[in-house]
């Protein structure tokens, strides 16, 4: 009899601590979230890029009004003057090898990519993100336009990647 009540009491915490945790934000999937300080449209900038790589500004920047299309069209903004602004940099993208054939000779390399965002509203910084990052392999090829074509589509894998990112701390509400 006492271990059948010292099993309830288990079961009772244990439903307790589970309602709990369903009534936070844990239940919510990412990306779900309101936009922060009661945002309700917003204007995405051009990404500075402060990185060596030229073009991938309207890559990263397509890439995220690509994700707010896909996630939540009626939050995008045609105009600055119609809501706050996303405005975002790219801090860096750095190439590392990976496998070797030779000490001398790469056969893959990782390209690594971090932004930084920052939403204002009215002047006032109301959302901010730094170092937010992601990679990507890519195969070194013998030829050397071939392989500058597979990191500039590790690029873009990685730069969708950072939207997909981006679009979700944004909209994570915690």
């Known amino acids: 009899m006492i271990g059948r009540t010292i099993q309830l009491r288990l079961l009772a915490a244990v439903v307790s601590v589970a309602a709990l945790f369903m009534s936070s934000c844990l239940y919510q999937f990412s990306g779900e979230g309101p936009l922060p300080a009661g945002t309700t449209r917003v204007y995405i900038d051009i990404f500075e ?14 890439d995220l009004i690509k994700e707010f299309v896909l996630k939540r069209k009626s939050a995008l903004s045609p105009s600055a003057e119609s809501g706050a602004v996303l405005t975002g940099s790219i801090d860096y993208i750095r190439d590392l090898t990976i496998a070797h054939k030779t000490q001398r000779t790469s056969t893959q390399r990782r390209v690594i990519a971090s932004v930084s965002v920052k939403l204002v509203d009215g002047g006032k910084v109301i959302w901010a993100a730094n170092g937010i990052t992601a990679n990507e392999a890519y195969a070194v090829a013998e030829d050397k336009l071939a392989t500058e074509q597979n990191k500039r589509d590790a690029i873009k894998v990685l730069s969708k990647r950072l939207a997909e990112k981006i679009f979700n701390r944004l909209t994570d509400n915690f």
């Open 49 to 62: 890029n402060r990185s060596g790589e030229t073009g991938v500004e309207s890559i990263f920047t397509d």
